[in-house]
């Protein structure tokens, strides 16, 4: 079974930090993870990518993130990682963690979300 859970979310001021963290785990085989990512919904919106890495580390950045977000990985730990400062209003949605696994015995991976975890930040 995989699971992919996300933790870290909470109400920030505008202006301030979070760290949100996301942990990927297989309990019935051994397993690889490629591209894995931050997603956003905010009400009324379509969900939006906020970060993606590489299993070799590249980065992108949504451009409203550009500068005060950022993304990294701990392939040991299957655990996936984004720093938000400077925080506004706007960023507030849920937020999602995406990880493309591939199980032994696969030939392609998969992608897999997380339940999300609430970020809101009051003006």
């Known amino acids: 079974q995989v699971r992919v859970v996300e933790s870290g979310g909470g109400l920030v001021p505008a202006g301030g930090s979070l760290r949100l963290s996301c942990a990927a785990s297989?309990?019935?085989?051994?397993?690889?993870?490629?591209?894995m990512g931050w997603y956003r919904q905010a009400p009324g919106k379509q969900r939006e990518l906020v970060a993606g890495?590489?299993?070799?580390?590249?980065?992108n950045f949504a451009e409203a993130v550009k500068g005060r977000f950022t993304i990294s990985r701990d392939n040991a730990k299957a655990t996936l990682y984004l720093q938000m400062n400077s925080l506004k209003p706007e960023d507030t949605a849920v937020y999602y963690c995406?990880?493309?696994?591939?199980?032994?015995?696969?030939?392609?991976?998969?992608?897999?979300w997380g339940q999300g975890t609430q970020v809101t930040v009051s003006s």
């Open positions: 890495i590489t299993s070799g580390g590249s980065t």
């Open positions: 995406n990880a493309a696994i591939k199980r032994v015995g696969e030939s392609f991976y998969h992608d897999y």
């Open positions: 297989v309990s019935d085989s051994s397993f690889s993870i490629n591209t």
